[in-house]
């Protein structure tokens, strides 16, 4: 039994890698023909249909009771092949105009950590006096679900939703990009089946969108490194705790900004009161989140490292710079000021 799963193991590559080539080929060729757009409106020359497994036997079955009907001359064997037939035949209207005509418009999305999942929404635009139903979307390729381009990931799921008449309905896509950087959205594919199954309407949509992609941050981080004297100032005036605070706090006075305590170590006080940063002493040293510190591991782990320092500086309110081997980012704080280093890093 072992050799023989062994054997079957060792010959299927031969059968499979060239059927799998020639598939990756053609489905390369098939989207570079496609237009990068954030909105598509689908018409006949963007929607592709073909029938399903139960269409296909029940042509088959519609085709033996034609036989037997004009062997046995069966009035009613005639009535019963040709009304499914038109029925079929009505069903595959439908299924066409259930695509055809619809307008889908895509909300881009947030940047998003290495491994995290990142979710986008499209949303679907229905101009008809009609409610459109049974309409699904996905991600087209498994491994671009699974954000790894060289290893096949899970199927992707289906998101379904009814687009109401002359209304809108909006769908959530997921996917999980493990790598950093600016990335493209993934190819995205709609389909629906309604009313009878036996045929499949889809069409394939490349989004220009792209997507920023930052580091994964070090789980457990070491503290962040001592501050730097700035010009002028003295050695002793740059000195930082080891525990990621830095010196320069005092004593909560009364009329102090509530932005300036530091809770972090108010928790820790045990009830000896608020501290405050004194800025005065603040302004002596300034916090560099420089590569060369990061440790001598490999690239993607230094980057990591950063990545968490950067987050752990911003939820302190410290004024940090990071320092790149093409790029120096000056210290500074808040929203824009951590996007800004977290882009450099991503993109480093």
């Known amino acids: 039994m072992n050799t023989q799963s062994i054997q079957n193991r060792a010959t299927q590559p031969l059968f499979s ?3 799998q080539r020639v598939s990756a080929r053609f489905h390369a060729w098939f989207e570079n023909r496609l237009p990068l757009a954030d ?3 689908l018409t006949q ?5 073909l029938p399903t497994r139960p269409g296909l036997m029940l042509g088959t079955t519609l085709l033996t009771l034609l036989v037997a009907s004009i062997n046995y001359q069966l009035s009613l064997g005639y009535l019963l092949t040709f009304l499914l037939a038109g029925s079929a035949l009505v069903g595959m209207h439908v299924c066409h105009g259930t695509l055809r005509g619809l307008a889908m418009n895509l909300i881009p999305p947030g940047a998003q950590h290495a491994g995290a999942t990142a979710l986008f929404d499209v949303k679907f635009t229905n101009s008809r006096q009609s ?3 049974g309409i699904g979307l996905r991600i087209l390729k498994p491994q671009d ?3 790894q381009p060289g290893k096949r990931g899970r199927a992707p799921h289906w998101a379904w939703t009814d687009v109401p008449a002359q209304g809108s309905s909006v769908l959530q896509v997921a996917f999980t990009p493990a790598l950093r950087g600016l990335h493209r959205l993934p190819t995205l594919t709609a389909e629906t089946r309604f009313p ?4 499949r309407v889809w069409t394939v949509w490349r989004p220009a ?4 992609v930052y580091p994964a941050p070090e789980m457990n981080p070491p503290p962040l490194p001592a501050g730097e004297p700035l010009s002028g100032g003295t050695a002793s005036a740059a000195r930082a705790h080891r525990s990621g605070e830095f010196d320069g706090v005092r004593a909560y006075r009364r009329g102090d900004d509530l932005k300036r305590v530091v809770w972090k170590k108010a928790a820790k006080a045990d009830g000896q009161g608020l501290v405050v940063r004194d800025t005065q002493q603040a302004q002596r040293h300034e916090l560099w989140l420089d590569l060369a510190q990061a440790g001598a591991a490999g690239m993607e782990q230094k980057l990591s490292r950063l990545c ?3 987050l752990q500086a911003d939820q302190q309110g410290l004024d940090y710079g990071l320092r790149l081997p093409a790029v120096d980012i000056p210290p500074g704080s808040g929203e824009v000021h951590k996007r800004h280093c977290l882009e450099a890093l991503a993109l480093c």
Do not use: D
């Not at 969108?209 to 920023?212: G, K, R, T």
């Open 308 to 310: 968490a320092w950067v």
């Open 196 to 199: 009878l199954g036996t045929f």
């Open 131 to 133: 409610t459109r139903y």
């Open 45 to 49: 020359r963007t929607v592709y249909i």
């Open 39 to 41: 909105h598509v409106t």
């Open 17 to 19: 890698r060239p059927v």
């Open 209 to 212: 969108a792209h997507i920023m």
């Open 145 to 147: 679900a699974a954000g």
